[in-house]
């Protein structure tokens, strides 16, 4: 396993390449990947006038719907590792048209301070998992919070309940370039958070309290759309930035195959019901 220094590191590299995907699906990912943080999103209940910030905002779609539930008298920050991403969310969401709602490239583990800190609250879909040093991460984002500010999270649970999550990678890898390495242990990925018993220990060292961590089971329903679902899957994925440099025969080939091991989650003329069980995290600061 890598050391810290090493994953950081790999996870800047990682991010640069994958951003252009995410850019390019952002309405997509908005859209269809709203059931991964709305169990989040309602427990957190942001209210009008607080502030609050988004760790991991991608290309900003949950830091507008975190703008907008505070209103015109609160502030949301959006913040991400990726620059390319956060230049993209201030792109779709800039602030002559969404007032109070600002984003920062910024990484949350060795971040000294976030703008407009301290905030009333914190969400995260589908990011602290992501982090090199879950601890550090942690403990800046409780810094930034005011005290009795609350956190909600979401994260995948572990594979068996995420059937679907590889099958677009292990479809397109044998058709691109070599990827990226894939994650070990409890290396940066999307199971790395499947032990509760490791969420809890982590939270509780970076000094949070009341934490708690819930299973829920959600479905991300998609269009019936073979070849426009598995490039989205393909390109927000490890293979994404192989299969943006494939040609185009090589990437048709990518997208087929990716489609063939996705066939059985699919609905004829109904589209793709993805079964997805994550971790609801919650904590606040003491």
């Not at 505070?70 to 956060?86: I, Y």
């Amino acid at each position: 396993m890598a050391d810290t220094a090493g994953l950081r590191a790999r996870n800047s590299a990682f991010w640069a390449q994958a951003a252009p995907g995410w850019i390019r699906h952002a309405d997509r990912q908005d859209e269809l990947g709203r059931p991964l943080g709305a169990v989040a999103m309602a427990r957190l209940s942001p209210r009008p006038g607080e502030r609050v910030l988004d760790v991991g905002c991608g290309c900003g779609g949950t830091t507008a719907e975190l703008a907008a539930a505070v209103g015109p008298t609160g502030a949301a920050l959006g913040v991400d590792l990726a620059e390319s991403m956060v230049a993209a969310a201030a792109t779709r969401f800039p602030p002559e048209r969404h007032p109070g709602l600002r984003f920062a490239a910024a990484d949350v583990e060795t971040a000294a301070d976030l703008p407009g800190a301290p905030f009333d609250a914190a969400y995260s879909r589908m990011a602290l998992m992501l982090l090199a040093d879950p601890v550090a991460g942690c403990v800046n984002l409780r810094r930034a919070l005011r005290p009795g500010g609350r956190l909600a999270a979401t994260v995948f649970r572990d594979g068996p309940a995420n059937p679907w999550l590889p099958l677009a990678v292990l479809g397109a890898a044998p058709q691109v370039a070599a990827l990226p390495p894939l994650p070990v242990g409890d290396e940066p990925g999307p199971f790395a958070f499947a032990d509760p018993a490791r969420v809890r220990r982590i939270l509780t060292a970076a000094g949070f309290d009341a934490i708690t961590v819930e299973p829920h089971d959600v479905v991300l329903d998609t269009p019936d759309d073979p070849d426009g679902v598995a490039e989205w899957l393909i390109e927000i994925g490890p293979a994404g930035a192989a299969y943006r440099a494939a040609p185009a025969p090589r990437q048709a080939a990518a997208r087929a195959a990716a489609a063939g091991l996705l066939e059985r989650f699919r609905q004829p003329q109904t589209g793709y019901r993805l079964p997805s069980g994550l971790w609801l995290i919650t904590a606040t600061v003491p």
